[in-house]
Structure formats: structure tokens, C-alpha cells
């Protein structure tokens, strides 16, 4: 009898081990037969759920015996169900098939911003990413720079700094243009002096993606982040060859001549990027300033990567621009200046970076980074009987470490970020040099704590030369109510270390502007989070609709604000106070056969707390529509209608600017190997110098005034797209 039952609990015993089984399966797309990343399988009536990785793999484990219901779930993508009875007789991986949603634009990418192999809607951060169709449609609208790209979005506004050399900044919900970070592939090339011109240098045809954050985002990328961040992603080879070009010509004369290579071949592979944009001087109000400057920039972008092993990749690439541009009295500009017309603003810019990647898979689970960037940015600004100049040294190394089982992922991280800056021939009181070393480390954790949220936490601990150690948590909820919705909350702290590189400064060629004293002086520290929630439904067979609305607040401490000192000298000091902006950001798409409608609102509420009393935080557009009406045909003709409304300004002169609305209509007609666009931009013809005026004072000697709209009113540009 004794045996009888050992015998009896050794089988169940058997049965219980050998009843757990393995699941595998690749999951492609039905129409290109490509691997889906991000797909979340579920497992019925349990809380066992894993996402599918880079190559569309995915392992289930633990399922017991008999028949059971499998989930394959992707917004985009229709859900699919599939019965298996296990044990499977086949072991090898499955190959499952998803159709996408009819009407629905894909896009295929992976986010790089957040390390982790997600998609958008798996990810508790909110991220937003132009790629795929949008970024070559807003790349027809301005091919030289990516500064309408971003401003088109929904949060986001570029504010120009200077009346004469179209230079701007990107200030994202409000809040000033340094408290965004701009990276390229996770690298901060565009900091501190070498931001200055960024937006107008960066050509968007090797982008693959860009993709914004929105708030602290420092567990990962460190200071700067405090209004959130806009990370670049270079397109990399693939096995089939990409060989395109682009020829774009515009009404006020400018010229964007760029080709793109990439390819992949056994043990090597390699992009490679060129660029000439050439602008000329163009004054349409006939005010007698230059509202398009005239330039010359080349840009070239090689990169390699070398393929070690199916597991290990290594890569090395060069960024490099060059640039002249002068702008200011037309008449200076095209040479024909004389005792009454001399003013102009020249600047000359040298960009050369290095980029460095080693990425190695220790397993199914693990993976390790590392990668390095050296910056060198010689800029010279000169204006009438005035010159600023220096050269910007900066590095960034990072290495990191990346592990995932089925319901967590772990990303930890050290990194080293040098900032040096010279200014050339100054006076011994007024050099503004500085010297920062930053040591960072992190650790961010995703958790699947059940099948409808996930949970990311973050810590980040940075330790500044001069301004000492700074602890950032951050934490982020993602809740998936049903398919149709779900929502988001997440918050964090970050900082900023104090430079002179500002929006004020900039604007007034950083003359006379003091350094900063260290001693007097705090880093800028911000509290803030956001909140949203995200509904899609289809409305009929051939209407889809979604729609997304943020709740948003930031409070900025210790701001660092330009004065006017009495000795004629400009000042960065700390007033008792702090900035703070909250709001609301709505998102509407609706889509329906070859109409696609997207609509967004909104709303920044903007303040300044200095002293005891509170005003409005200048140049921000408190309230701000977007509307864009695509009509495509796929792969044959694209039409896009745009509308964005600009409410009033406060200005730093006290002045309230004027509303005004720009409209844009875009087509494209495609054929298999090119495509011939024309877009007319501002059709409306809005400009500052219709309603208001750029400067005060004589043309001789002016002083510019806040540019609220654009002074470079319709212009068409057209041109040609090849791919080979």
C-alpha cells in the first residue's frame, strides 16, 4: 500500500512537471511579412503576458496542458485569437500573422528614448514620435532644417531670437528653450553654446524617427531635461540598399540639395548623409531687413557600423557643419551698403562631432551598451563695432546594462558628461568660460504588475562639479482600462546647470553679458508631472477615431533670469520666486477611407512668481490650435491642408502681441522610384511687419523688438525626391 502511493504521487508529480510547456512564436506582419516589436501575447484567464522583442519573438512558459486561448493584442494592429492544444507536436516558433487596422497609419518603430523594447502604447512614459509618412511630409515643408517639424506639434513652439538670422528655440509646454534637451541617437550634441543654432543646421532626411518626451525626463538623459526632451533617431541599414535624394527650391530663393545611402552587407554596413542648403537674402516686407537670411551650410554625416557576430555590433560615426550666414540691412547683405546702412548680424559656424556604439547581447535577456560622443562647435557672431566667439568641447560616455524577464526590465547605467567652454578674446573681467564635469548613475525598473498596468520607476543620481549632487526619481503608471481606453500618470524632479547660453542672451548676441558667479549662484531644480488619458474606438467600419487629452504642470526653482545692471552690463541673478506652467494638451484623430483629420488644443498657462508678485510669463501663446486634413492615396498622391492659430503674446516690452492663424497646403504626387511635391506655406501671408513692427530706432542703429510671428510670410517651395 506504502508503495502504491508513492507510486501515485511520483506520477502526479510527472504530470505536473511535464504539464508545463513552452510556447514560441514570431509575429510578422501579414502584408510586408516583417517582425512586429512590442505585440503583447496573453495567455486567457491568467495574468501571464510578455511583449514581443526586435525580431517579433515572443516565449510563454508554464502553460498547462490541454486546450488554451492565446491573445495577440497592438493598437494598429487587429486582435487576433488562436486555440492551441498543448503539448504542441511542433517545438520550433510559430509564425503568427497580424492584419493592420483598415485606414491606419503604422509605424513600425522601435522607441528609443526610454531603452526599452516597447511600443508607444506599452510604454508608461508618454512619448510622442514623428516617423514614417509624417516625417517625410513635414520634411517637404522646410527640407533644410527641422524647426517647422517640430512647431507644428501639439505643446511645442519655436520662439525666434533674432529678427535678422531667423535663429529659434524650441520651448515645449512654456517653459524657456534651455530647459528642452536635444539629442541625437541619446547623445547631447546640441547643448549649452552648440544649441544656439541647432534647429536650422539639423536636415531631416537621415532621421528615422524624432521622438518628444514631455516633462522631466532626467532618470535616463540627467540635467536639462525640465520641460522634457526631443530626441533625434538616425536611420541605420538594413539588407536592402536605400539610396535616396531630394532637390527642393523655394520662391524666397533658397536651394536644399541632400542624399541618403544606407546598406547592410555580411560583417559590415554603413549610412552616409550629405547635405548643401544655400538661402538668400529675402526681405518681403521691403522694411530694409533681412527676414530670410542669406547662408551657406554643407552638411556631411558618414557612419559605420561592423557586425562582429549575430550578438555583438559596433559603430562609429561623423557629424560635421559647416555654415556662414549674415543677415541684418539688406542693403549690407548684398554689398551695397553705406554710411547709413550698416548693420548686419554674420555668424560662422564649425560643427564636428564623433559617435560611438558598442552593443553586445549576453543572452535572450541581457544585454550590455556603451557609447561615446566628442563635440567640437567653433561659433562666431559679429554685429556693428561687436564680437562674441568661442569654442565648445564637450564628451559624453555612457555604458549600460539591460535585463528583462517576463514581467520586469531592468536598465542601470553610469555615465560622464564634460561641457568646456573658451570665449575668444575677452576682457579679463568679462570671460565667461566655464569648465563642467557631470558623473551620473541610474536605475529605471518597468514592472507588468498585472495584465492591465505597468508600473516604471527611476532614479538617477548626478554628481556636478561646481554645483554639487542632485538625487532625481521619477515614477510612471500606465493603467489599460480596456482595448479602447487608457491612461497615463507620471512624475519626477530635474535641474539645470546655470550657462549664459539662453533665449535672452542669444538675443542680444550675448554683449556685455556677464559670467555667471558660481558662489551667488543655484541650479535651476523643477518638480512636475502629467496626466492623460487615451480613447480609440472605431465609429463605423471605415471611421476610426481617437482622441488624447494631457493635464500638465512644472514648477521651475531658483530661475536664472537676465538684468540690466546700471553699469550697462547684463546680469543672469536668482529672484525669490519660481516659474511655473500647467495646462492642457487635447489630441484629436479622426479617420475615415483617405481622409485622415487631426486636430489638437493648447492650453499654457505660463507664470512668473518673482518677489512676492506674479505676471505673465512673456512670449508664450497661451492658447494654440492645430488642425492638418490629409487626403492620401496609397503610394500615388498625398494632399494636406493646414490651419494653427496663435492667441496673443506678452512681450518683454509690456506690449501684447497680435492673435494671427498660418495656413499651409502640401501635395505630393508618387510614383515607384520618385515624387514631385509643392507646398505653399503661410498662403495667408502673415507676417509681424504687417500688423506690427520688428525694431525701434533708426536703420542705422535699431533695436529689435520680440518676434511673436513669422516675418517671412507665403513662401512656396517645390521640388523633387528620388529613391533608388
Known amino acids: ?31 510586408n511579412n516583417e517582425p512586429l516589436i512590442g505585440i503583447e501575447v496573453f495567455l486567457k484567464d491568467t495574468q501571464d503576458r510578455i511583449i514581443s522583442d526586435e525580431n517579433g519573438f515572443v516565449e510563454l512558459k508554464n502553460i498547462p496542458d490541454g486546450k488554451q486561448i492565446i491573445t495577440f493584442s497592438s493598437n494598429g494592429y487587429q486582435e487576433k485569437t488562436v486555440i492551441f492544444n498543448f503539448p504542441l507536436t511542433e517545438t520550433q ?27 508607444i502604447d506599452n510604454i508608461p512614459t508618454r512619448i510622442e514620435a514623428i516617423s514614417g509618412e509624417e516625417l517625410e511630409e513635414k520634411g517637404n515643408m522646410k527640407p533644410g532644417e527641422i524647426r517647422m517639424m517640430l512647431s507644428e506639434s501639439t505643446g511645442i513652439q519655436t520662439q525666434q531670437t533674432s529678427a535678422t538670422s531667423y535663429n529659434s528655440s524650441i520651448r515645449i509646454q512654456g517653459l524657456d528653450g534651455k530647459y528642452t534637451q536635444i539629442l541625437r541617437d541619446g547623445l547631447p550634441l546640441y547643448a549649452g553654446f552648440s544649441g544656439g543654432l541647432s534647429l536650422l543646421q539639423i536636415v531631416p532626411l537621415d532621421l528615422k524617427q524624432v521622438e518628444v518626451i514631455k516633462g522631466a525626463s532626467s532618470t535616463l538623459y540627467g540635467g536639462g531635461a525640465i520641460a522634457g526632451l526631443v530626441n533625434l533617431i538616425s536611420k541605420k541599414p538594413n539588407e536592402k540598399r536605400e539610396l535616396n535624394f531630394m532637390l527642393n527650391g523655394t520662391s524666397a530663393l533658397g536651394v536644399d540639395a541632400s542624399g541618403f545611402y544606407a546598406q547592410k552587407f555580411t560583417k559590415i554596413g554603413t549610412t552616409i548623409f550629405a547635405s548643401y542648403n544655400k538661402g538668400t537674402a529675402y526681405d518681403p516686407a521691403k522694411i530694409g531687413f533681412t527676414a530670410i537670411p542669406k547662408y551657406t551650410r554643407y552638411t556631411f554625416n558618414p557612419k559605420l557600423y561592423v557586425y562582429l557576430n549575430d550578438k555583438t555590433t559596433l559603430n562609429f560615426g561623423v557629424n560635421s557643419t559647416f555654415e556662414d550666414r549674415i543677415g541684418g540691412d539688406i542693403k549690407v547683405v548684398e554689398n551695397k551698403g553705406d554710411n547709413m546702412h550698416t548693420y548686419f548680424e554674420k555668424n560662422k559656424t564649425n560643427r564636428l562631432s564623433t559617435q560611438i556604439g558598442f552593443d553586445h547581447t549576453i543572452n535572450d535577456k541581457s544585454k550590455i551598451a556603451f557609447k561615446n560622443s566628442f563635440s567640437y562647435y567653433d561659433r562666431a557672431i559679429k554685429i556693428p563695432d561687436y564680437q562674441f566667439s568661442g569654442v565648445q568641447f564637450s564628451s559624453f560616455s555612457e555604458a549600460s546594462y539591460n535585463h528583462k524577464k517576463e514581467k520586469t526590465e531592468w536598465i542601470v547605467g553610469l555615465n560622464l558628461w564634460t561641457d568646456k567652454f573658451n570665449q575668444n578674446k575677452p576682457s579679463a573681467a568679462k570671460a565667461i568660460d566655464y569648465n563642467h564635469i557631470t558623473f551620473g548613475g541610474f536605475v529605471q525598473n518597468t514592472w507588468n504588475a498585472t495584465e492591465k498596468f505597468t508600473l516604471e520607476t527611476g532614479l538617477r543620481g548626478d554628481y556636478q562639479n561646481e554645483y554639487g549632487f542632485f538625487a532625481l526619481p521619477r515614477i510612471a503608471g500606465l493603467f489599460k482600462v480596456n482595448t479602447k481606453i487608457a491612461m497615463r500618470l507620471s512624475g519626477g524632479l530635474g535641474y539645470k546647470t546655470p550657462t549664459v547660453f539662453t533665449e535672452d542672451a542669444e538675443r542680444i548676441q550675448f554683449r556685455n553679458v556677464l559670467p555667471i558667479d558660481v558662489s551667488k549662484t543655484k541650479a535651476e531644480q523643477s518638480i512636475g508631472g502629467n496626466f492623460d488619458v487615451n480613447y480609440k474606438t472605431r465609429l463605423t467600419d471605415e471611421m476610426l477615431f481617437s482622441i488624447n487629452a494631457l493635464l500638465f504642470y512644472t514648477q521651475v526653482k531658483n530661475p536664472l533670469v537676465l538684468i540690466s545692471t546700471m553699469t550697462g552690463s547684463n546680469e543672469f541673478q536668482q529672484p525669490q520666486g519660481f516659474i511655473d506652467t500647467k495646462g492642457i494638451e487635447t489630441n484629436i484623430k479622426l479617420t475615415y477611407g483617405d481622409f485622415k483629420l487631426f486636430s489638437g488644443f493648447t492650453l499654457a498657462d505660463v507664470k512668473q512668481h518673482y518677489n512676492g508678485k506674479k505676471t505673465v510669463f512673456p512670449l508664450v501663446a497661451k492658447h494654440r490650435l492645430n488642425n492638418v486634413l490629409m487626403y492620401e492615396i496609397e503610394e500615388q498622391l498625398k494632399i494636406g491642408l493646414e490651419a494653427y492659430y496663435f492667441s496673443p503674446q506678452k512681450l518683454n516690452d509690456g506690449a501684447t502681441g497680435r492673435e494671427y492663424w498660418i495656413c499651409g497646403l502640401m501635395i505630393e504626387k508618387l510614383w515607384e522610384r520618385f515624387s514631385i511635391f509643392i507646398n505653399f506655406e503661410n498662403f495667408l501671408n502673415t507676417r509681424q511687419t504687417r500688423f506690427d513692427t520688428i525694431y525701434t530706432g533708426s536703420i542705422t542703429n535699431p533695436t529689435f523688438r520680440d518676434i511673436y510671428a513669422p516675418v517671412d510670410g507665403f513662401v512656396v517651395n517645390g521640388g523633387l525626391k528620388i529613391k533608388l
Not at 500500500?1 to 501579414?30: H, P, V
Not at 483598415?102 to 526599452?116: A, C, K, P, W
Open 1 to 31: 500500500m506504502k508503495n502504491t502511493i508513492y507510486l501515485l504521487l511520483l506520477i502526479f508529480c510527472s504530470t505536473s512537471i511535464f504539464g508545463q510547456n513552452i510556447f514560441k512564436a514570431t509575429i510578422k506582419d501579414e502584408k
Open 93 to 119: 516558433a510559430i509564425e503568427i500573422l497580424l492584419v493592420a487596422e483598415d485606414g491606419e497609419e503604422l509605424q513600425e518603430v522601435e522607441i528609443s528614448s526610454t531603452r526599452s523594447s516597447r511600443t
